[in-house]
């Protein structure tokens, strides 16, 4: 099996301590966004998606937060209403799952010549039929002390996002993932 190296979201150390604990506000864009996050400090920060090719027929999305003097020139313009932050207090966790292709799958009614099948798994579970897999940080997921939660992750729609607190859809969002918490993420990815 042909493995790719961990496709990360893009995003600063300042950048991730802004969504641990000094999110005041959010602003859901479209579904290819960009959604908005706003700081305690009044930064705004643009979330949408990013795309890497790895080989012909297979292509992995993660999300991007950056700063919007990372952006430089190219800089959207942040709306001008923001709602307000939904949880007083929160923990951030990050979505992972391995994405991989089965080549020469046998798709019925599927056309062109030799069909690639992408699907997902929580990371380290791809099936033996896997011809290349990549391990993908597809969401963030704040949860409420309470227990409400709120996804923002990379929807199957190429360039398209899932913003939800519905827990149907988190669930149903969370079934090929791994979840694990935004201080352990940041230490594995160094």
């Known amino acids: 099996m042909r493995r790719y190296p961990p496709f990360e979201i893009d995003a600063a150390p300042a950048t991730f301590e802004a969504l641990r604990s000094r999110l005041s506000g959010l602003a859901i864009g479209d579904r290819f966004g960009p959604h908005w996050l706003r700081d305690a400090d009044g930064n705004s920060y643009p979330i949408y998606v990013q795309q890497r090719d790895l080989e012909f027929k297979f292509e992995v999305f993660s999300l991007a937060v950056p700063t919007l003097s990372a952006l430089a020139a190219q800089a959207p313009q ?3 209403r923001f709602d307000p932050w939904p949880f007083a207090q929160w923990t951030v966790g990050v ?5 991989f292709i089965i080549e020469d799958a046998d798709v019925q009614d599927a056309f ?3 069909p690639n ?4 798994a929580p990371p380290g579970q791809e099936p033996d039929a896997a011809s290349a897999a990549c391990e993908v940080a597809v969401g963030l997921i704040f949860t409420a002390n309470d227990g409400a939660q709120l996804l923002i992750g990379v929807d199957w729609m190429p360039f398209n996002t899932v913003v939800t607190q ?3 859809q988190i669930e149903a969002f969370r079934q090929c993932c791994e979840t694990i918490g935004l201080t352990e ?4 990815i160094g």
Do not use: M, N
């Open 117 to 120: 099948v992408q699907s997902a």
């Open 95 to 99: 979505l992972r799952r391995t994405e």
């Open 112 to 114: 062109g010549a030799a």
């Open 185 to 188: 993420y940041l230490g594995r």
């Open 78 to 80: 942040p709306p001008r």
């Open 166 to 168: 519905d827990a149907t």
